[in-house]
């Protein structure tokens, strides 16, 4: 008989949920029903500061031991694998104590972290400990997007020039992580070489953080694609999930484009083999869909603690999010480009840039 791995959840999020911008989206809620799907994983303990949150989390996924401070969690149960579900300031501490502690897994929530030295803190912590820390950009699960990688690696539209997308009402982090994730999935996770943005910034907070009104993107491949996200506007007018619409994203080719329509669910192929549709009947832009998403974002972890190899979420494919996310802020800091690998002068930094930038 297969073992199952003991999972703890860290900040299981409120029993009503909203998809507001600033939180409340109850993640940690997704989280315990992978668990609960998954025959290999236990839901063992949780951990959350708001008593009333823990208490609703426990009765409803009946998990009877519930902690207010989760590094008297980790030390009591020993969870193989811990869930961090909290806002992306405190993903590197709670990250960093797992590993410290023997665990074995982190799922770990976007966006990443919130400044180049946790980066490097986390990563030094992986590298030191072997922790499998897979990030939940689950969207690289999702038919259609891995569609758009395949067709990309086959040469369907040529080289890569361009992936574009707008995204109506959100930010370069929040929500933009995801893209920024997916153009790095789509062009096989390669180094970014620069990036340049600008932003408008106010009094907007959100997720413990400044977050900014409006702010776009660019930036370079080391294969030359560019990748352009203007976390604020959709690109084109009119809705972009009904048909006819403008595409939610588009991805150039040096020989056609890809158009990916209506919510994820339509894939339109304009290759020099003519037009083709790929239709997902699943869709979903939030990767709410747990059979398409979430379940192989446990199997991946399951497989990979078993001795399997590493899923498209893990570490050393996702960190490069991480890095993009941050370069792009630091870009709007620091009003110049930046190339990477980051100096030392961005890697000391130790803020979220953009709580800096709002200061000005
Ligand atoms: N992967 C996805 O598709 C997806 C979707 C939505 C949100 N998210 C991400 O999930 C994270 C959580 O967002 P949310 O809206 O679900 O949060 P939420 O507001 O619903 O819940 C956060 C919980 O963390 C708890 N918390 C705060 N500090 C804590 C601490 N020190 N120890 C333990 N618990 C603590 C809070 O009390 C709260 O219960 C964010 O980073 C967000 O970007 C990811």
Known sequence: MENTYRCAIIGVGAPTQTWAKGGGHQIGYSHARMI??????ELVAAADIHSGNLRAFQEKFSVTKGYADYRAMLEEQKPDIVSICTYV???EPMAVACAERGVKGIFLEKPIVHSPAALRRLSQAIDESGIKVAVAHVRRYIPSLRNIRDELAAGTIGQPLLFMAGIDGWDLCEWGSHWLDAFRFFNGDRPVSWVTAQGRVRDLRGYGHAMEDHAVACFEFDNHARGLLDGGRRIGSGESDCAGAPPVMTIVGTEGVMYLREWLKKLEILGADGK???IDPAGGDRGENRETTWAPYAAGMVSWLDGGDPPPTAWEFTRGTAELNLAAYLSMLRGDRIDLPWDEE??????WPLEIFARR
Do not use: F, N, S, W
């Not at 609960?36 to 994983?41: C, S, T, V």
């Not at 961005?346 to 803020?351: F, G, L, M, P």
């Open 89 to 91: 300031g405190l993903h």
């Open 36 to 41: 609960e799907a998954d025959p290999r994983l």
């Open 276 to 278: 083709r549709e790929v």
């Open 346 to 351: 961005a890697a000391a930094i130790d803020e």
